[in-house]
């Protein structure tokens, strides 16, 4: 063999180090060198050896600037989620192909995606039928607030919003609501925190996320009073003004739907047992089409003028019949004590 004729398996090591890589291992060279002798081997060693990427879980946290992202973001990493703040929403396959190649080491990842993302939230929908297309099981939870509060925090730390530009921060509100419209309506999980303080906004979180194993369905009953607003996050709305109102029974009016009295008055009404049967059929309807289309929360409000009598009472008991079923059920006065 003279200075000019090389061996290809030399030439091929020569070109690797001439370009920075490492020389093959000797099972691949092995391989090449089987078949420049006729033998045919696979050349997919470390596909048949690899197991099956595990997708990992995904819950992208959005909503209005204000209304406890942040918090909501702290409470899954306090849960041992992997969170990724402000992610581009172009970026959220990558992440989710990356917690794939984990090894199980990255098994659940939440994204917070925003508005400060600013042109890049345009791409939230591309991704998210990306992931939809690749078979990524993904949740959406967003924080909703009402004006009024989110103006309140806002000053409170004497920070601009981050859509007002040279307005006020109720323009930069208004402008925020209707970017976030249509991912509202996607939303899996809406939670309203207007009223509610850091330790009870995560609370909640973990009421939804801290189980080991995910329920079929969790619904949330929640008893309110019409003259205090209709609950924002509410997904399904039963008016009880149809009753008698124990308020103006005057033994009856100190107590709340809690009490054995207001609750007895309330279902020997005409028409009170018949709503909790009907209404209580009406949503094993509903929760078996959540379930189909992959819904796993839904918030049930029941009201009355107060949210203190009959909106309590009726919740009780509806809560009582859904937890009967299977449904894990979380019960809110949301206005009881209020007045």
Known sequence: MTEHE??????????HE?????????????????????????????AAAAPEAAIPELVIISGMSGAGRSTAAKCLEDLG???????????????????????????RIAVVVDVRGRRFFDNLRESLADLDTRGVTRRIVFLESSDEALVRRFESVRRPHPLQGDGRIVD????????L???????????DTSSLNVHELRAKMD??????EEPELRATVMSFG???????????VADMRFLPNPHWVPELRPYSGLNEEVAAYVFN??????????YAELLRLIAAGYRREGKRYVTIAIGCTGGKHRSVAMSEKLAARLAAEGVETVIVHRDMGRE
Request: net charge negative; charged share 25%.
């Open 6 to 15: 090389t061996h290809p398996t030399a030439e091929r090591d020569r070109a």
């Open 18 to 46: 001439e370009a920075g890589q490492d020389r093959p291992q000797p099972a691949v060279a092995d391989q090449h060198a089987a078949q420049e002798n006729g033998v045919q081997v696979s050349t997919d060693v470390t």
């Open 81 to 107: 989620w992997f969170v990724v703040d402000n992610l581009p929403p172009a970026l959220i396959p990558t992440m989710v192909e990356l917690g794939a190649r984990s090894q199980g080491n990255v098994a």
């Open 172 to 179: 930069g509100i208004a402008a925020e609501r209707e970017l």
């Open 181 to 191: 419209r249509e991912l509202r309506g996607d939303a899996d999980l809406v939670i």
């Open 207 to 212: 009421a939804q996320f801290a189980g080991e």
């Open 226 to 236: 019409f003259k205090y607003g209709l609950p924002v996050d509410a997904d399904l």
């Open 269 to 278: 009404q005409p028409g009170a047992k018949e709503f909790l049967d009907r």
